[in-house]
């Protein structure tokens, strides 16, 4: 917000603002939206009243067109308009004020690597948001690109930070827009899987995987207390986390699951168990398959093509042998890494734990589970579990126009939470 009695060109003076903090802040401290104001609003106690503050007028805060400078400035500018479908893009302009968000992003990555033969992590694009930024990434040496787990997505506030582990598409620029419409003063943090940069090796148990993410947690945050949270598989990841932290003597205060359903591995089951219930559960997938179909006919058509693809991209990664580990996978990273998440899944032994799940379920359902309700979680949770009903289905619960309202329950739940201190 910059409270301004009188301004002649509102873009002008944004774009004298912004480049003033670039030149003394660094890149994840300038705000993204600014907002022209003669005062603000205040409470009766006198404190600024956040809640009155207007929306930012996102296209009044986008810099004035630069046209590309250099011929790597160029190339990323160009690679941008074919992929967000635009007539032209500045070395200014933002990532995700154009509307930017993670599909795209793995193909904005993939291009230029095919292009520059630089491999970045889809994560870079939180602190070079922009053209200029990210040509200047491409241009360094490969030593100053960071692969670290932790990710700052929006690090300021002194509200007690949520760090959200990556589903099994590996993205967290997922977050983002969840993380933007949290409160000003809410850190978050993404985890995102060690490999990514294909020269590490990624972890291939569960218990490694967690105790890799809660090391760099604490190397940020030593003290806590820590709020938790995994999307789909990475939900299983957390819950390992919470009880290594809690071992350790940390206060874990929340524990949240983004759709998360409690999958128990039948790794250890005799092979007649595993035979009846692999059968029983195929049996009830096509039987539920027919009510999603009166329901939701064209997205359950959508779903079930885009699942089956993936089975027989799959396959086909088997029947060469195992496929080779270095391939791109359906994140757009070394598919070694989804071999190995697989294996840490399937040798995993969920057990009950005396912990508390914030269970964030989505609204639609659009596959078969044996516990709609509670998603599996009631036999592991052992002090219970909180059901908060967030709008979409499971693939799009972060996707406008969902994102707010599960960012607004999530802050509420977070805020309950920091309480308990």
């Keep these: 917000i910059i409270p301004e009695a009188e301004i002649n060109d509102e873009r002008v003076a944004i774009q004298n603002w912004r480049a003033a903090l670039r030149d003394t802040l660094p890149d994840y401290m300038v705000p993204q939206y600014f907002v022209l104001m003669d005062e603000f609003p205040l409470t009766p106690n006198g404190k600024i009243n956040r809640k009155a503050l207007p929306e930012p007028d996102h296209n009044l805060s986008r810099m004035a067109y630069v046209p590309p400078r250099t011929t790597i400035e160029q190339t ?3 690679i941008w308009k074919k992929y967000m479908g635009l007539e032209k893009v500045g070395i200014y302009d933002d990532f995700f004020d154009l509307g930017g968000h993670s599909l795209i992003a793995v193909e904005i990555m993939t291009a230029l690597q095919k292009e520059t033969g630089r491999h970045l992590p889809l994560a870079s694009l939180f602190q070079h948001a922009t053209v200029e930024k990210l040509a200047l990434l491409l241009q ?9 787990s932790l990710v700052p997505i929006k690090p300021l506030g002194n509200k007690m930070p949520l760090y959200i582990v990556h589903g099994a598409g590996l993205n967290v620029l997922l977050f983002n827009t969840l993380a933007m419409n949290m409160d000003p003063d809410q850190p978050v943090y993404g985890l995102q899987a060690k490999g990514l940069n294909g020269i590490d090796e990624p972890f291939d148990r569960m218990e490694d995987i967690a105790g890799h993410y809660v090391s760099e947690i604490l190397a940020q945050n030593p003290d806590g207390p820590y709020a938790l949270a995994g999307y789909s598989f990475g939900g299983i990841i957390a819950y390992e986390m919470a009880r290594q932290l809690d071992a350790m003597g940390k206060k874990v205060n929340m524990l949240a699951m983004f759709d998360t359903y409690a999958y128990r591995s039948d790794y250890y089951d005799n092979w007649l168990k595993k035979i009846f219930n692999r059968v029983r559960f195929l049996i009830m997938q096509v039987l539920y398959s027919f009510v999603l179909l009166a329901k939701y006919p064209r997205r359950t058509v959508e779903y079930k093509t885009k699942m089956l693809k993936r089975r027989i991209i799959g396959f086909f990664w088997k029947l060469k042998g195992g496929g080779k580990q270095d ?4 994140s757009g990273y070394s598919h070694k890494i ?5 294996e840490a ?7 009950p734990y005396p912990i508390r799940v914030e269970l964030f379920r989505a609204k639609k359902t659009t596959f078969y ?3 709609f309700k509670y998603l599996g979680w009631t036999p592991y949770a052992l002090k219970g579990v909180s059901i908060h ?4 289905e499971h693939n799009n619960i972060f996707a406008p126009p969902n994102d707010k309202e599960f960012a607004h329950i999530l802050q509420n739940c977070l805020d309950k939470a920091a309480a308990k201190d």
């Design 345 to 351: 899944e399937r040798n995993y032994k969920l057990s």
């Design 369 to 371: 589970m044996d516990d």
């Design 338 to 342: 989804d071999l190995k998440n697989a």
């Design 76 to 78: 990323v500018a160009d």
């Design 327 to 330: 391939q791109e996978g359906f």
């Design 389 to 392: 009903e967030i709008p979409g």
């Design 140 to 148: 360094m040496d490969g030593k100053s690109v960071t692969w670290d």
